[in-house]
């Protein structure tokens, strides 16, 4: 077996050239022996070479996980929902054009990283709110140089989720898990809004279990775009009315949802019909 002497002997050194901080004379480098460098410097340069490789694919699989969460966290009841974007938006009223042109502009601004709140309101089920809402989501994933964190939340299912880990060991989908998950989100949905209390035409009010969990998301996100679909009306959100001769109370708590307001934009859907019920 060869000695360390036996193989520097073998090396082609260059005596002409000296490296004064490595005390060390240049080495040829093959295959063709013409070029010759410090064998130390060359050392260094390729540790320098491995450690920002290595960097770039750390990142790579930080942005890839990134771009994923859209695709892997989100909670969504209707899986059609998982295909929408703008392109399959169809527009065939001026309401329906006037609103897929505000969500398109929701969208760049975004991508520009403005931070607003969206409310997606209809009287109305169907009406596309859920459809602009994931595509603004698509068209951000798709088009931030950073990849951001996007996220879908179908409301009512992520409540069901919650309290079904609640004595459940084996279950993920705890409060914390959550909220946790939608505080790390860039651009977040709320979906569907007031649902999860069941028939939102009835004088009931958000639990206090929701509206905790609700205000816990709430508080996570001041500093964060988030999108809200709803059926319900701004009466309904915030401040109650009254219906021939009962008094139908705000579903959540106006503090809350009035910070929920701050800073919004707001996408209305007025006349459009439930399209899942058209040709019946």
Request: aromatic share 8%; charged share 25%; proline share 3%.
């Amino acid at each position: 077996m060869k000695n360390i002497r036996d193989v520097l002997s073998a090396l082609q050194w260059d005596k002409s050239n000296y490296c004064m901080r490595h005390q060390s004379d240049f080495l040829y480098l093959p295959p063709t022996y013409e070029v010759s460098q410090c064998p130390f410097c060359g050392t260094e340069a390729l540790h320098q070479q491995i450690e920002a490789a290595e960097q770039k694919r750390c990142l790579d699989i930080e942005r890839l996980e990134r771009y994923r969460t859209l695709s892997r966290h989100s909670i969504i009841q209707d899986d059609t929902i998982r295909q929408a974007n703008f392109d399959n938006f169809i527009a065939e009223t001026e309401e329906e054009q006037l609103n897929k042109m505000l969500a398109v502009r929701v969208a760049e601004r975004f991508i520009q990283g403005e931070v607003f709140n969206v409310w997606i309101q209809s009287p109305e089920t169907g009406c596309g709110k859920s459809h602009l809402a994931m595509s603004i989501l698509q068209q951000v994933n798709e088009a931030s140089p950073q990849n951001r964190r996007t996220l879908f939340l179908d409301f009512g299912r992520t409540m069901e989720l919650m309290r079904d880990s609640v004595g459940n060991r084996e279950s993920m989908y705890t409060q914390n898990y959550f909220v946790t998950l939608a505080s790390k989100a860039d651009v977040l949905v709320l979906d569907d809004l007031g649902a999860e209390t069941g028939d939102i035409y009835s004088d009931k009010r958000a639990s206090e279990y929701t509206s905790n969990v609700l205000r816990s998301i709430l508080n996570s996100r001041q500093h964060k775009p988030t999108i809200i679909t709803t059926n319900l009306s701004g009466q309904r959100l915030l401040t109650g009315y009254r219906e021939g001769g009962r008094f139908i109370p705000p579903m959540y708590d106006k503090k809350m949802m009035s910070r929920a307001m701050r800073k919004v934009e707001h996408i209305l859907f007025k006349d459009t019909p439930d399209k899942r019920l058209l040709g019946f």
